[in-house]
């Protein structure tokens, strides 16, 4: 079956950068897109960017642009997404969501907690 | 910057039907906006119900259906369970971005 499992918690400090990894199984990763989206303490979804996991091509949400690097490694099915220059407003659970397609969403991972606190 | 808006939260009695609605600041919501809809319980991921506006997955019960309505995607619950008390978001593509909706808190009572 399709599993997103995606890397432990983190605690970082404001200015600091973040890694998040989501591992997929049980169906052909270059055949799928991964999409990252965020949710802050008491608010909505925010969808962040999306990556293509066949030729690595990535979108970016505007508000993350120049801050946000989504990658992918075809030999392990990770995807991987860095936040860098982190604030508080950043502190928020970090999901990865497979489509087909730009549009056709279906699996998600688990979730990471990202805090940022000094 | 554009917006994407649902109701805020909506009550429903349980049996009863209930639509829940997603516009866009840009205007009427089209296919070619390829609405999907998720829900969000509290301490889960959320779980995708709808894609392009009107297609189910398999685990998608079937008194879940999408459509687009009064220039609106649109989400209808018909025989709403206890369960379906949660959030729903839905996500409208803008030709190489995405915007979710604010979310709409669902309350079974």
């Known amino acids: 079956q399709v599993q997103l499992v995606q890397s432990g918690a983190e605690v970082k400090k404001p200015g600091a950068s973040v890694e998040v990894s989501c591992k997929a199984s049980?169906?052909?990763?270059?055949?799928?897109?991964i999409h990252w989206v965020r949710q802050a303490p008491g608010q909505g979804l925010e969808w962040m960017g999306i990556?293509?996991?066949?030729?690595?091509?990535?979108a970016y949400a505007q508000k993350f642009r120049g801050r946000v690097t989504m990658t992918r490694d075809t030999s392990t099915s990770t995807v991987y997404m860095e936040l860098s220059s982190l604030n508080s407003e950043d502190t928020a659970v970090y999901y990865c969501?497979?489509?087909?397609?730009?549009?056709?969403?279906?699996?998600w991972g688990q979730g990471t907690l990202v805090t940022v606190s000094s | 910057q554009t917006v994407v808006t649902q109701e805020p939260s909506l009550t429903v009695s349980p049996g009863g039907t209930v639509t829940l609605t997603c516009a866009s600041s840009?205007?009427?919501?089209?296919?070619?906006?390829?609405p999907n809809w998720f829900q969000r319980k509290p301490g889960q991921a959320p779980r995708t119900l709808i894609y392009?506006?009107?297609n189910r997955h398999s685990w998608t019960p079937a008194r879940f259906s999408g459509s687009l309505l009064g220039g609106k995607a649109a989400l209808t619950l018909s025989g709403v369970q206890p369960e379906d008390e949660a959030e729903y978001y839905c996500?409208?593509?803008?030709?190489?971005?995405?915007?979710f909706g604010g979310g709409t808190k669902l309350t079974v009572l």
């Open positions: 969501a497979r489509s087909s397609g730009w549009n056709v969403f279906d699996d």
């Open positions: 049980g169906y052909t990763f270059t055949n799928y897109y």
């Open positions: 990556i293509n996991c066949n030729g690595g091509t990535t």
């Open positions: 840009t205007g009427a919501v089209t296919s070619g906006y390829y």
């Open positions: 392009t506006t009107s």
């Open positions: 996500l409208l593509y803008y030709g190489g971005a995405q915007v």
